[in-house]
């Protein structure tokens, strides 16, 4: 049996995907649980439609994280914080450190989870940090860790 997927599936497809399936997996399994649809000539028309939709929400938000890159990659950011003589921090840098400096010296909301940092920092100096706004755009960010 044809059916559209109208959600990711493991070991099936993704979202959208138009597959082949056993009948009795579609009719005891996928269909009762709303994960697909059968593949009928007007359920395929509409799904070409929601793709359109889905491609141009795309491409908006593409754009807006661009743009909010754009904003972004001409930024530095100071942290202060405590540290010895020898420029370890007593503690450490960590994600929602500098998201919580970004709002408050730059005005710049962002989630925790979009900053891509390996390890928290524990020394002080100049830190390059890629933050993922979306799945295409990734923009650096220059923040210096330095001691109260």
């Known amino acids: 049996m044809k059916i559209i997927l109208m959600e990711d599936v493991p070991a099936l497809g993704r979202r959208g995907e138009v ?85 408050s010296q730059l005005h710049v909301q962002l989630d925790r989870r979009k900053l891509h940092l390996d390890e928290p920092i524990k020394t002080l100096g100049v830190h390059e940090i890629p933050i993922r706004l979306h799945a295409d755009v990734t923009v650096p960010i220059t923040v210096e860790v330095i001691s109260q």
Do not use: M, W
């Open 19 to 103: 597959r082949e399936v056993a009948t009795g997996y579609a009719r005891n399994y996928l269909l009762p649980k709303k994960l697909a649809l059968p593949a009928t000539p007007g359920n395929l028309q509409n799904l070409e439609h929601l793709k359109r939709q889905r491609d141009r929400a795309e491409n908006k938000a593409r754009e807006a994280a661009q743009a909010a890159a754009d904003r972004i990659a001409a930024l530095e950011l100071a942290v202060a914080t405590r540290a010895s003589e020898d420029g370890r921090l007593f503690g450490s840098v960590t994600t929602t450190d500098i998201c919580e400096a970004l709002e």
